[in-house]
């Protein structure tokens, strides 16, 4: 069973920056891909970025692309979201996603709070 725990989030002005971790147990992580959602209050959940199970392939929403990235260490079993350039739009609970690349099956995080100031 695929265990994700996210840490990183916080409070951070406008234009700031945070970077969030997501540390991947219980299955062979290079056998995953890996991505980042987050859901605001009142809103479905949407995707951000996603890495391929390699690392070479990053998609990103338009709303975050040139500002977030993306990376994945397979010796760490972890994944990063580096997010900059902040706006307080990007506020949301930000969750871990894993999808495994044979059955497809997907893992979540409990997810971290992110908090923009204007």
């Known amino acids: 069973q695929v265990q994700l725990v996210e840490s990183g989030g916080g409070l951070v002005q406008a234009g700031g920056s945070l970077r969030l971790s997501c540390a991947f147990s219980g299955r062979t992580f290079s056998y995953y891909a890996m991505g980042w959602f987050r859901q605001a209050p009142g809103k479905e959940r949407e995707w951000v970025a996603v890495?391929?199970?390699?690392?070479?392939?990053?998609y990103y929403a338009d709303s975050v692309k040139g500002r977030f990235t993306i990376a994945r260490d397979n010796a760490m079993n972890a994944v990063y979201l580096q997010m900059n350039s902040l706006k307080p739009e990007d506020a949301a609970v930000y969750y871990c996603?894993?999808?495994?690349?044979?059955?497809?099956?997907?893992?979540w995080g409990q997810g971290t709070q992110v908090t923009v100031s204007s």
């Open positions: 890495s391929s199970f390699s690392g070479v392939n990053t």
């Open positions: 996603w894993a999808r495994d690349i044979v059955t497809y099956l997907e893992s």
